[in-house]
Structures are given as C-alpha cells and as structure tokens.
T-cell receptor, first 114, second 114 residues
Framework: DADVTQTPRNRITKTGKRIMLECSQT?????MYWYRQDPGLGLRLIYY???????NKGEISDGYSVSRQAQAKFSLSLESAIPNQTALYFC?????????????FGQGTRLTVV | AQSVTQLDSQVPVFEEAPVELRCNYS??????LFWYVQYPNQGLQLLLK??????LVKGINGFEAEFNKSQTSFHLRKPSVHISDTAEYFC????????????FGTGTRLQVFP
C-alpha cells in the first residue's frame, strides 16, 4: 500500500459543484501539504499544515479550503469549482523534526472542471 | 521568502550525452535544496537532496548536483543519459529553521532521443 494515498485519482465535475479531495498517510508525519500542478507552472502550494491545529495558506489558496481531521488526514475542498481549477493535485507529507526535510508525495488526483 | 528559478523549460538531448539542468534559488536565510523527478503519469520521486556538508550530492539513477552558495545554484547533472531518463525534473527549496514550506520551480522537461 502507498504511504500517501489520494482519493479519488480522477474526477470530472461541473462548474459550481462542491468537491473534496482526500489525502491520508501512514507515515506518521506531522506536516501535510496540498499542491496543484499546471503545465509550465510547476507545483504551487495551496495550503499546508504543520499539525492538526496549525493550518496555513500557501501561494494560491483562493477558492480552496482544507481540513486536517487527524494527523493522518488532510482534505482539500473546492467550495464552488470553476474551470481554471482543472489541474493535477498532489498531497505531500514531511517531518523535519525527524530529519525528513524532503516531501513524500501521493500519486495525484486529476481534476477536470467542465 | 524563498523562490526557485529553473531557466530551461525543455532540454532535448541524445542518448549517452551528458546533461545539466539548471536551478537557481533566492533566500535570505540558509536553505535545504532538493531535486525531484516526475515520470509520465506518476507522482514525484526524490532524486537527491542537499542539507549540509559536502556540496556535491549524489542521488539515484546516476544523477548528482552541486550546491554553489556564492552563485545560489543547485544544478543537476548526469554524465550519460538514457531514454528512461525522459521525465520532468523539479528543483525545490526550503529555508532552514523548521518554519517554512517547500517551494518548487516550474520544472524542466528532459527529452532523451535515441
């Protein structure tokens, strides 16, 4: 089983719909991140969480919200999806307090908003 | 705040030729540096990282990178590429001090031709 699991892997939704992307990890890491990837723009940080009670906005948080339900779970919501939110979304974890400065990524969720 | 610049969006190269993918960063404090690889339709995988110590870092698949503090660079190199190295490569930076997030460059697509 993957250490960082994202569900769903693919999703098509209509403009205006609310959608939630879920991420769970079995690594026991404190930090979790949501990124979106667009061609030519690389990965841009949407939200990040250093622990359950610490959630921070990233570069492009407008139109998104998150919930850290437990150390192992970090969900990303699009309250009212719009077409320019069509992208590949990645969840990641890290734990610098254990010397794990690099991020460990899930397999991604491909979201299409029509 | 830190930032990462990958000047080359695409690098075409013939098989068995050497390659260098460039990465420059800016930060007001000391940093940790990373290179990730993304194969088609997959998530991101860590290639190598620089945390401290020797400025020449060796990673997986024969890649290496050199940290140059005076030039604020962390270029990735491989002396002889294979077709299987065709992928997108991302440079990333995180500032030291346990307070900051991982920021990515826009990526370089390496295309290896036979």
């Amino acid at each position: 089983d993957a250490d960082v699991t994202q569900t769903p892997r693919n999703r098509i939704t209509k403009t205006g719909k609310r959608i939630m992307l879920e991420c769970s990890q079995t690594k026991g890491h404190d930090r979790m991140y949501w990124y979106r990837q667009d061609p030519g723009l690389g990965l841009r940080l949407i939200y990040y969480s250093f622990d359950v009670k610490d959630i921070n906005k990233g570069e492009i948080s407008d139109g998104y919200s998150v919930s850290r339900q437990a150390q192992a779970k970090f969900s990303l919501s699009l309250e009212s999806a719009i077409p320019n939110q069509t992208a590949l979304y990645f969840c990641a974890t890290s734990d610098p307090n254990r010397g794990l400065d690099e991020a460990f990524f899930g397999q991604g969720t491909r979201l299409t908003v029509v | 705040a830190q930032s990462v610049t990958q000047l080359d969006s695409q690098v075409p190269v013939f098989e068995e030729a050497p390659v260098e993918l460039r990465c420059n960063y800016s930060s007001s404090v000391s940093v940790y540096l990373f290179w990730y690889v993304q194969y088609p339709n997959q998530g991101l995988q860590l290639l190598l990282k620089y945390l401290s110590g020797s400025t020449l870092v060796k990673g997986i698949n024969g890649f290496e990178a050199e940290f140059n503090k005076s030039q604020t660079s962390f270029h990735l190199r491989k002396p002889s590429v294979h077709i299987s190295d065709t992928a997108e490569y991302f440079c990333a930076v995180r500032s030291r001090g346990n307070t900051d997030k991982l920021i990515f460059g826009t990526g370089t697509r390496l295309q290896v031709f036979p």
